[in-house]
């Protein structure tokens, strides 16, 4: 008899669910000890229905979700619809059936997960989402199982996708931030409205769920700091290269001795640095443990079939879970409670391009400000100035969040000065 | 009432596992769901044991393997030991007894594993080994559980970290193989007789376990070609730079209509390929499947807390399985009958480097050669000739191994030619 499973979607990573079970049938049996069967697939209305089925998808398709929840039959519902709401009541009634749950909504998860965490203890279900981080990356299972061992102590991500294209065009073909999002949207990377992309904010939410499997802590989505890529110049990206860095949108999470800390930010990567070299719509994550040291976990972060195969991973670990009758356990079970890290024991290295007058003792100026503040030069650079303004660009030593907001403030003051942009830097 | 685990061997990765038992305490008891205990360590006579407790290690060393073996409280023995014997005889007998078994050992599971891992079934108990490949990267276990779904088609892995050492210096500094070596040696990276890092035997035996995990094919290691690092010149290494690839040792499976083909041999990748960046002796598997596509998997390749750290993550899940009474499963459940894939479906592009008189007609000759095997050329690239003699490189398009084999023939049996090195290029 094999196991049943309902569709809740049938958009594009839906689709590439029936094509992983068809294509690797065997392989899926050997490691789900079952036959998996598509029972129901619920979608919008009867017109989406007609048109999926004159396009040749020969499914069970339902219209109202009831048709999957009172369906005593089906073990494990697949929710791909997107969104907060329906999906959210959705998964919380199929949870409440008795049903356990997929899902790829990283959103919904962050925001919600604990919430639905709980519904799913409570009715002994599991529920699963390795999907919904880095689509095709197997990092959560990876950080569950393999790093179980393992404290983790810095996680770092290139997590998005579309902002990764972007970066890459910016700083290898030296495009602007508008060129490199126009090809974006033509190449259906970039949605009409792309905020949640380039601003950080779909980063942010998969650093909330890192942040719960990495250290166990269940930080909130408003606690996750992010800033976009829209105000990188060509001059930003041109000097970080003659300095030896590439700028990418970067989340991380530190751990410091007070408890943690996350932003997704644009930040300067050492060229030799491994995520450096992560390009176009590829994702990676790169973790800091003292016991592996460094590793990085490389692939697609999303696509029909990157995501599908996650998805179809959960579902075969689900299958098996109801063989050994081992149902019960949570797919994270690592929880600490939560530390937020202060700001003076979160440090970084940052960049300042700032825009001064071409007169003497404007370096001094700058060197008595950033030396009042305790932070010292790593690098600077002074371009040729035009005559009347001079671009120097600054690279600090470690500072900490609070001397970094000061140095900003005390610069926007100075009159004479106009800062142009910051960033963070990776290094000692 | 805590698991009761054995150590056979105290040395650098052995003493590694308590370091992350009492460092990660929390942690590892929430995922084993019970506490670990080293009840016994395993050295080889009373010196050692007298210079580790000088040394201020309070275990409980033994110097007779029975002591563990017939300690009905010990569940797990953990085989640090290296080599063939006496490794293969203690956890054969540990197998026997009902033990569960942890081992870092490569090269007895890549020779002995089937053997081993049909005792382990026959009496039903576990015999992991996450640290037999690759050291800190997690990679067994993600083909067992995250690729469970998809369908893998290419593995190419740089996971001998002695090898890549040298070749980065090779690469990055020009040094010559000889110099890469004696550095090699002197940081003790390399052994004075460096023979199995070097020619590519200690990456077969990873390629070996590779294939079991990610194709479910037990090829054995005598169908592994390999050949090492040693006649790579200095030449060889500037014209691949010049023609935008780096040379890397890369241990390759590939699956062709016909079957499975793996080896071992230096291999020239694009500067933009993943793996290119994987420098000094970290290690990286990089995996191309119909699912995810491209994935790639990072880190250190060997150390000791790198590797104590796989072997810790294998005991954790033997741990945790004991609890929930599922623990006859075996590591890798993938399993399909060997077939070899014929020459004539291996395809690759290929470099020739030929020294040729510096007279007309020879690039003709040459293109007569290859083209009667139905070889063409990709690049080519001429150097000035010293007078007498012109050095040609030829990077072919993809030739399969029977064509590849036909053009070392000829080329070696023309008496105007030299064929001073040919190497594999990736690429389509």
């Known amino acids: 008899m094999s196991v ?9 990573v839906a689709s ?22 598509i029972a129901k697939v619920l979608v919008r209305d009867d017109a989406e229905k ?16 009831d048709e999957i929840i009172e369906d005593k039959e089906i073990a494990i519902v697949v929710e791909l619809m997107g969104r907060i709401e329906p999906a959210k009541t959705f998964i919380t009634r199929a949870l409440e059936a008795g049903k356990h749950v997929v899902s790829a909504n990283k959103d919904l998860l962050a925001v919600h ?9 409570k009715h002994q279900v599991a529920l699963y989402y390795e999907a919904a981080v880095a689509g095709g990356i197997p990092i959560l299972r990876t950080l569950v199982n393999s790093l179980a061992s393992d404290k983790v102590t810095k996680v770092l991500g290139v997590v998005n996708g579309t902002s990764n294209f972007m970066m890459t065009k910016m700083v290898e073909e030296g495009w602007t931030y508008e060129d490199a999002l126009a090809e974006a949207q033509r190449l259906g990377y970039a949605e009409s409205d792309p905020t949640n992309d380039v601003e950080g904010i779909d980063a942010a939410y998969k650093m909330v769920i890192l942040s719960q499997f990495a250290f166990g802590m269940n930080i909130q989505f408003d606690q996750v ?33 007070s408890g943690i800390a996350a932003e997704v930010t644009p930040t300067f990567l050492p060229k030799q640095h491994p995520l450096a070299g992560v390009n176009d719509v590829m994702n990676a994550v790169y973790v800091e443990s003292i016991g592996i040291g460094e590793s990085m976990y490389y692939g697609p972060g999303a696509g029909q079939k990157p995501t599908a195969t996650s998805v179809v991973a959960d579902i075969v670990r689900i299958v098996r879970r109801l063989k050994e009758g081992t149902i019960g356990k949570a797919f994270n079970e690592y929880s600490r409670p939560l530390q937020l890290a202060k700001p ?6 940052y960049y300042f391009s700032i825009k001064a007058p071409d007169a003497t003792g404007q370096i001094l100026r700058l060197a008595e ?18 005559g009347q303004f001079a671009s120097v660009v600054i690279i600090t030593h470690q500072v900490n969040q609070t001397q970094f907001k000061n140095l900003v403030e005390k610069l926007d003051s100075e009159p004479n000065f106009e800062l142009l942009n910051t960033f963070k830097v990776l290094g000692e």
Chains 1, 2 share one sequence.
């Open 16 to 37: 590439g669910v029936p094509f992983l079970l068809k294509e690797n049938h065997e392989k899926i049996s050997q490691a789900a000890q079952d036959d998996i069967e």
């Open 4 to 12: 049943k499973i309902a569709l809740l979607g049938f958009g594009t």
């Open 369 to 386: 400000i950033f030396n009042a503040e305790g932070a010292s030069f790593k690098q600077i650079l002074q371009e040729d100035s035009d």
């Open 344 to 349: 003076e024991d979160v440090k970084n290295n």
């Open 225 to 257: 700091g992010h800033k976009g890529i829209s105000q990188i110049t060509p001059q930003d990206v041109s000097v970080a290269q003659s300095l030896g860095y590439v700028i990418k949108l970067v989340g991380s999470i530190v751990e410091t001795e």
């Open 113 to 121: 997960g604990s919430e639905l965490l709980e519904v799913a203890q």
């Open 50 to 65: 007609q048109s999926l089925q004159a396009a040749g998808h020969d499914y069970n398709f339902v219209t109202n979700v």
